[in-house]
Every structure is written in structure tokens, then in C-alpha cells.
């Protein structure tokens, strides 16, 4: 059976919807990581459909089987959620022989904050996409430590996130909070 179009675009063989390689987005500017809103279920899919791109490609189980087998699909997934948690002010620490990696603030994360941190965020779609991404395709250590990185920050920003962002987060990333 031939690969889906994700899986090539994971394998840098094809592009998205626009013609974008995993490349290409990986290297948008952090502003234009902000100003763009077709690229995150391309890096993040999920079987559902999108309610911002049509255009967004659709998670199968043989992709989510394809993400769990293949160690290198799930390294491509780990750079692309590297480039978001540097957009949020965010950096992994995955220390050898740890068995979760920490999510922590990184030193740019209070100018990082002003872009993404506010009430009723896009962004705040976006880290539930990308929790709930990492869970399936087989990086569930990745997105517990992230929703514990997120917990400490709705600790700080309670008013900002709320109650109901922060259900959705936890619900995104069992076992993470």
C-alpha cells in the first residue's frame, strides 16, 4: 500500500497543500509562525477534520501505525515540535537516559509570552492540536512533559488561560497533569 501524502511530506518526498516542504515550514520566521494558520496540521495532523483548513491533511490509523514503528517519523514530529516550543519561549530538555524529557520556560519566554499568551489565544488550539498529536503518533512522553510545562504556566497565567483551556490541555495529553 502506498504512503499518504503525510507520511511523504514527514519524509521530506512531498509538500503540502501549498507546496511547502516539512523544510520550508520548519524555517518560517517566528512571525510568520504566528501570521500563518495552515501550516500547524501539517505538522501536527489529527484524524478529525479542521475547522481552519480545509486544506488539512486527515490522520489515518495506518499513519498513526507508520508513527509509532518508525523511529525517524517520530524524530521529524520532535524537530517540529521543537520550532513551536521555541515560538512559545519554550526548549526540551531530553537528557539521556531520562525517562521523560522537562519542558521548560527558556530565557526569551516573558517577550515569547506576549505573542501567544492572551484570553481566547488561536494558539492555545494550537498547543491542544500539538499535545494530542504527540499522543498519538507515539511521543506521549514528549506531551506529558509538555502539559506539565503548561500546568506550571496556567498556574502563573490562571487568569489568562482559564479553567476551560486548561480541561482541554489536560484532556489532550492524558496522564500528563
Given at each position: 500500500?502506498?504512503e499518504?501524502?503525510?507520511?511523504?511530506f514527514?519524509?521530506?518526498?512531498?509538500?503540502?497543500?501549498?507546496?511547502?516542504?516539512?523544510?520550508?515550514?520548519?524555517?518560517?520566521?517566528?512571525?510568520?509562525?504566528e501570521?500563518?494558520?495552515d501550516?500547524i496540521?501539517?505538522?501536527?495532523?489529527?484524524p478529525?477534520?479542521s475547522?481552519?483548513?480545509?486544506?488539512a491533511?486527515?490522520l489515518?490509523?495506518?499513519d498513526?501505525?507508520?508513527?509509532?514503528?518508525?523511529?525517524?517519523?517520530?524524530?521529524?514530529?520532535?524537530?517540529?515540535?521543537?520550532?513551536m516550543?521555541?515560538?512559545?519561549?519554550?526548549?526540551?530538555?531530553?537528557?539521556?537516559g531520562?525517562?521523560?524529557p522537562?519542558?521548560?520556560?527558556?530565557?526569551?519566554?516573558?517577550?515569547?509570552?506576549?505573542i501567544?499568551?492572551?484570553?481566547?489565544?488561536?494558539?492555545f488550539?494550537?498547543?491542544?492540536?500539538i499535545?494530542?498529536?504527540l499522543?498519538?503518533?507515539?511521543?506521549?512522553?514528549?506531551?506529558?512533559?509538555?502539559?506539565?510545562?503548561?500546568?506550571?504556566?496556567?498556574?502563573?497565567?490562571?487568569?489568562?488561560v482559564?479553567?476551560?483551556?486548561?480541561?482541554?490541555?489536560?484532556?489532550?495529553?492524558?496522564?500528563?497533569?
Open positions: 500500500m502506498p499518504s501524502h503525510l507520511i511523504l514527514y519524509r521530506h518526498q512531498g509538500t503540502d497543500h501549498r507546496g511547502r516542504s516539512l523544510v520550508d515550514i520548519r524555517r518560517l520566521s517566528l512571525e510568520e509562525l501570521e500563518t494558520h501550516f496540521q501539517w505538522l501536527f495532523p489529527l478529525e477534520p475547522s481552519a483548513s480545509d486544506d491533511p486527515l489515518s490509523q495506518a498513526i501505525s507508520l508513527f509509532k514503528s518508525d523511529q525517524s517519523l517520530r524524530a521529524e514530529l520532535l524537530l517540529s515540535f521543537g520550532v516550543l521555541r515560538f512559545f519561549g519554550l526548549a526540551c530538555r531530553d537528557e539521556a531520562a525517562v521523560t522537562e519542558i521548560v520556560r527558556a530565557a526569551d519566554f516573558t517577550e515569547r509570552r506576549r501567544w499568551l492572551y484570553s481566547h489565544s488561536h494558539n488550539l494550537r498547543i491542544t492540536r499535545l494530542r498529536a499522543s498519538l503518533l507515539g511521543c506521549s512522553a514528549h506531551a506529558v512533559a509538555f502539559g506539565r510545562c503548561l500546568d506550571g504556566i496556567y498556574g502563573d497565567f490562571r487568569d489568562v482559564g479553567p476551560r483551556t486548561i480541561a482541554f490541555w489536560r484532556s489532550a495529553a492524558p496522564g500528563s497533569i
